[in-house]
């Protein structure tokens, strides 16, 4: 059983495993959670792949994220996302971020793949991220 901190209003955990359609278990490496009183809703789920899975990798990494995300819109779900989910793909040094909307269609990236993290054109994308997820 959770407890929760008065003050808290965001948490980082595992959600539940989903079943890929061959059967195999997709965990996410992370999500990030808003806490309103007793309820969770995912804002933000990361998926961090190895280096050698760039370009080959990229459909297999979309896929599991889009059903990360659709996971997290069923109903009773702790984490239910109430329809808008960002996500941040990171393969190697590669990254780029976009949004899962409840409607069964494929996650949208909202920006082009960074080939690096520590530059200012990644900085000022990941604040711009951090505001839409703020905003939900």
Avoid at 40 to 60: H, M, N
Avoid at 97 to 117: A, C, F, M, N, S
């Amino acid at each position: 059983m959770r407890t929760l901190d008065s003050d808290l209003d965001s948490v980082i955990f595992p959600q539940h495993h989903v079943q890929d359609d061959d059967g195999t278990t997709q965990i996410p490496d992370f999500v990030v959670c808003t806490v309103s009183g007793n309820t969770f809703r995912t804002v933000l789920i990361v998926e961090l792949k190895k280096s050698s899975l760039w370009k080959d990798g990229i459909p297999a990494l979309q896929r599991q994220i889009k059903l990360q995300a659709d996971a997290s819109f069923e109903p009773g779900e702790i984490s239910q996302a109430n329809g808008t989910v960002f996500f941040i793909s990171v393969i190697g040094p590669h990254w780029r971020y976009g949004v899962k909307h409840d409607d069964g269609q494929d996650p949208i990236p909202l920006i082009e793949w960074h080939r690096v993290t520590h530059n200012q054109s990644s900085y000022q994308d990941f604040q711009v991220l951090t505001g839409l997820v703020a905003s939900l």
